[in-house]
């Protein structure tokens, strides 16, 4: 039987591995004001909508977003905004660190 902690780091794990494409990271970025449909999502980063779907479902099965049907259109939004918090502080750290570098 997994302890709650193992359970939290597997968890953790398959965020991390939803987080792990640049592609996917533009598409939380794109959701960060709100909802968007899949052609919406697909006008504000320029890539294909089967590849936006791809990633889009990534991006659901892991819990980073959530849908909303509304007739024939799906809507997506990210499911918390300590999502974006997060992504944010990750970007602080990594700039601050290329800083950094440059300094070097």
Known sequence: MKSVQQELYQLHASVCKGLADPKRLLILNALRN????VSEICD???FAQANVSQHLAVLR???LVETRREGQFIYYSVSSPKIIEAL???REVM???MG????S
């Open 44 to 46: 504000e980063v320029g």
């Open 61 to 63: 099965d892991r819990g």
């Open 95 to 97: 700039t601050a660190q």
């Open 34 to 37: 709100g909802e968007l449909s």
């Open 100 to 103: 950094a570098a440059v300094v």
């Open 88 to 90: 944010d502080l990750l």
